[in-house]
């Protein structure tokens, strides 16, 4: 097998309306709202930094500004950081930081799904396989998940997506993938893939968890896509197509993970993170303590 081209773009589809959030997030997006003190969005787009990742596609809506803003230097307070000693701050500030040129920009004007905010990033993309990362979704593992799925990727090459095991009766809810040969302790390949499985009928417990990676050849498909569910265009009806020409593999992840786009999601998250850091971990500990045993 010839070794498959390396995964140097990775597309962050950005353009959701957050309602779940409101009223939090009629002026702020969603993907700025805090675990603990960075945004999620931040968490994402270090998950692909550390997995080798070199350009960053967000795709976005209206409204969605301050997130260009985040990841761009703000001299202002650069200077005020300086200029007050507290170079600790500053220089966690400008290690977040992407070097110029690194990020792209690029506008979902119509809420048509997630197979078409993909498809929106497919000049910035082009000809090469590329990640995918849905930004709700914010895993927590001393390897991220992109860097065991870029792993396996370069082993097998074709296509990877992420996927955890989920109690049988909530198979329903979620994307599904069907087992086949495994791979190696953590990667086995697909045999069949289907979106929300009516009860009792889905092909394995193990579910994609917003992770993926795709290649090129996706966007020729999701370019005469139709809508699908919910009348948006999905990504999985294009996946589904690419998998009769093109393999699929699965990476299975072991760490935590968090739908911040759940209000359930984004408040274990930031329990979760808290109990991670030296710095607040003993007060939080103390602090559940206390309201638990307060119920």
Not at 91 to 108: D, E, I, M, V
Not at 113 to 125: M, P, Y
């Amino acid at each position: 097998m010839t070794q498959p081209r390396k995964v140097r773009k990775a597309v962050f589809p950005v353009a959701g309306l957050g309602t779940r959030f409101l009223p939090a997030t009629k002026a702020i997006p969603k993907e700025m709202l805090t675990v603990v003190d960075k945004p999620v969005i931040q968490y994402v787009v270090d998950e692909a930094r550390a997995a080798g990742i070199e350009h960053f596609i967000f795709v976005t809506g209206r409204n969605k500004a301050v997130i260009e803003d985040h990841f761009d230097i703000q001299v202002e307070l650069y200077d005020t950081l300086r200029n007050r000693g507290k170079l600790d701050e500053l220089g966690n500030l400008q290690a977040l930081q992407p070097k110029p040129g690194q990020t792209s920009f690029t506008r979902q004007q119509e809420p048509l799904g997630l197979g078409h905010a993909v498809w929106c990033a497919r000049e910035l993309v082009g000809d090469e396989p590329f990640a995918l990362l849905l930004p709700d979704m914010v895993m927590q593992h001393e390897k991220s998940c992109l860097s065991g799925m870029v792993d396996l990727y370069q082993k097998v090459g074709g296509n990877v997506v992420s996927v955890e095991e989920v109690p049988d009766e909530d198979t329903h809810r979620y994307g599904i993938v069907g087992v086949g040969e495994d791979i190696s302790d953590d990667g086995f390949k697909i045999n069949a893939m289907v979106e929300k499985p009516m009860p009792g009928t889905a092909p394995s417990n193990y579910f994609i968890n917003g992770r993926y990676i795709l290649q090129p050849e996706v966007f020729s498909i999701l370019e005469t896509q139709e809508s699908g569910a919910g009348n948006e265009i999905q990504i999985t009806d294009a996946m589904l197509k690419l998998a009769e020409k093109q393999d699929f593999s699965a990476y299975r992840f072991r760490g935590n993970t968090f739908d911040c786009g759940s209000k359930e999601g984004f408040i274990r998250a930031n329990v979760s993170f808290a109990l991670e850091r030296a710095d607040i971990r003993v007060k939080v500990e103390d602090d559940l303590r206390r309201m638990l045993g307060a119920l």
